[in-house]
């Protein structure tokens, strides 16, 4: 039975699509079969994994709204073990259109059970907000990643999202877990970063992944050219530390 694992955090710009395009791409080198899901209107993780977002015939809107069925809108084999469920700004419209449905929050969910056996694991990349969309990932999901940045703001908005996360086990999907948190765009030469490390274990009783991706120019560049960091630059730290976040990740599944 595949993982589906939601990349969430409501904050922009934590690394939230960086982690979800790079684990999922690096789960995928281990030899495992991988869905990259895109819930984000942005569409940020299919253009990162070499998808062109304006041209592709189905996304994920038209699986929430009931034009397509998921098999209709995945790309296939994108990158070796790769498959890739596109998103693009249509994906914007699909909260208001649907406002009134029945059981709406499991539009995602009905359509993912059919193909989870096919997977090792489904990486879902959750919009930076706590949507329609960023629940329906979360009802679909078996556990949630929360990427943190280490700066100082870092547990502002987390106590919400935890919040959000219990109120969906409470409600919608009672197997949901928090799979861990993990530190994004760590600079060694600041202090601050440290502190934030230490700060968030000392605060918070989730499980905190080993591995802590570090700043890294690489990381950044990639996705302008399409790739994920380990077939962008292999030997990039940032390559490094995605490898071996995917390595703990499987790990913990082995557990």
């Known amino acids: 039975m595949g993982r589906i694992i939601a990349i969430a955090n409501q904050k922009g710009g934590v690394g939230k699509t960086t982690t979800a395009i790079n684990l999922s791409a690096c789960l995928a080198s281990y030899g495992k079969k991988v869905l990259a899901l895109d819930m984000d209107p942005q569409g940020n993780m299919t253009s990162g994994l070499g998808v062109d977002k304006d041209n592709v015939e189905k996304t994920v809107y038209d699986l929430m ?26 994906l914007s419209a699909a909260e208001i259109e649907l406002i009134g449905i029945e059981n709406k929050e499991y539009l995602l969910k009905n359509e993912v059970d059919k193909i989870k056996e096919n997977y090792d694991f489904v990486i879902i990349d959750c919009p930076p907000a706590l949507s329609m969309l960023t629940i329906n990932a979360m009802t679909t999901a078996t556990s ?6 280490c700066e100082y703001y870092a ?5 919400q ?36 490390v230490e700060n968030v274990k000392d605060n918070l009783n989730q499980n905190i992944y080993k591995t802590i991706i570090p ?22 730290t940032g390559a490094e ?8 990740v499987i790990q913990k599944g082995e557990e």
């Open 215 to 236: 700043r890294n120019i690489r990381l950044a560049e990639a996705p302008s050219y399409g790739m994920p960091i380990n077939l962008y630059d292999s030997k990039s």
């Open 155 to 159: 547990l502002e908005g987390l106590s």
């Open 65 to 90: 709204i009931g034009n397509a069925g998921i098999e209709e809108c995945i790309c296939n084999d994108v990158l070796g073990n790769l498959d890739v469920l596109p998103s693009n700004i249509d």
């Open 241 to 248: 530390s995605y490898m071996l976040l995917a390595e703990e």
């Open 144 to 149: 949630v990643i929360v990427p943190i940045q």
């Open 161 to 196: 999202l935890i919040h959000t996360i219990e109120l969906v086990q409470e409600r919608l999907n009672p197997s949901l877990e928090i799979e861990g948190v993990v530190f994004t765009m760590y600079d060694a030469r600041t202090n601050l970063s440290l502190q934030v």
